[in-house]
T-cell receptor, first 111, second 111 residues
Framework: GAGVSQSPSNKVTEKGKDVELRCDPI?????LYWYRQSLGQGLEFLIY????????KSGLPSDRFSAERTGGSVSTLTIQRTQQEDSAVYLC?????????FGPGTRLLVL | QKEVEQNSGPLSVPEGAIASLNCTYS??????FFWYRQYSGKSPELIMF????GDKEDGRFTAQLNKASQYVSLLIRDSQPSDSATYLC???????????FGQGTTLQVKP
């Protein structure tokens, strides 16, 4: 079946602009996660949605970052007033139980 | 101290040898432990997970967990050049869904 999909695959933006990254989880998965991976680094947790519960936002690095999940399915991660240090690969994952399955990521470059 | 620590490597082994990848974690409340493989430019893919002390085998892979020592390892038997990748250790705490990742160990299997 279809895996996690993300769009766009690549995004180049100018410093100060806003960007939106989209994630389509695996159908039926109740949990959805956003992570960030900077060059040569491990994955950094950003935010986690589980069903109808309030999201765990404990990993968001600043108030410029926000995310929503509509209808318990698609999620959008928004970064406002982008900075060069926001450049990274943004990975989305979904799970039904323990195992998280990752999408291909969005590679964001802030010039 | 990082919550999940791995030696960044690179770890170089000859083809056919056993590769041993190690990971330590700081939170004794951690309950689930995961090994992901990540090829360059790709997203992480799950190799295996382990919950209980001891060994868990899956094909050429064996995960070992020692909660008293807060240590988890991954053994790859009969290493192949196609195993060359970065191996990410991840830990899940209690009832939270988020994974805390180590920075990864780069494995090089030389023909």
């Amino acid at each position: 079946g279809a895996g996690v999909s993300q769009s766009p695959s690549n995004k180049v933006t100018e410093k100060g602009k806003d960007v939106e990254l989209r994630c389509d989880p695996i159908s039926g998965h109740t949990a959805l996660y956003w992570y960030r991976q900077s060059l040569g680094q491990g994955l950094e947790f950003l935010i986690y949605f589980q069903g109808n519960s309030a999201p765990d936002k404990s990993g968001l690095p600043s108030d410029r970052f926000s995310a929503e999940r509509t209808g318990g399915s698609v999620s959008t991660l928004t970064i406002q007033r982008t900075q060069q240090e926001d450049s990274a690969v943004y990975l989305c994952a979904s799970s039904e139980e323990e195992t998280q399955y990752f999408g291909p990521g969005t590679r964001l470059l802030v010039l | 101290q990082k919550e999940v620590e791995q030696n960044s490597g690179p770890l170089s082994v000859p083809e056919g040898a056993i590769a041993s990848l190690n990971c330590t974690y700081s939170d004794r409340g951690s309950q689930s432990f995961f090994w992901y493989r990540q090829y360059s430019g790709k997203s992480p893919e799950l190799i295996m997970f382990i919950y209980s002390n001891g060994d868990k085998e899956d094909g050429r892979f064996t995960a070992q967990l020692n909660k008293a020592s807060q240590y988890v390892s991954l053994l790859i038997r009969d290493s192949q050049p196609s195993d060359s990748a970065t191996y990410l250790c991840a830990v899940k705490r209690g009832n939270t869904g988020k994974l805390i990742f180590g920075q990864g160990t780069t494995l090089q299997v030389k023909p």
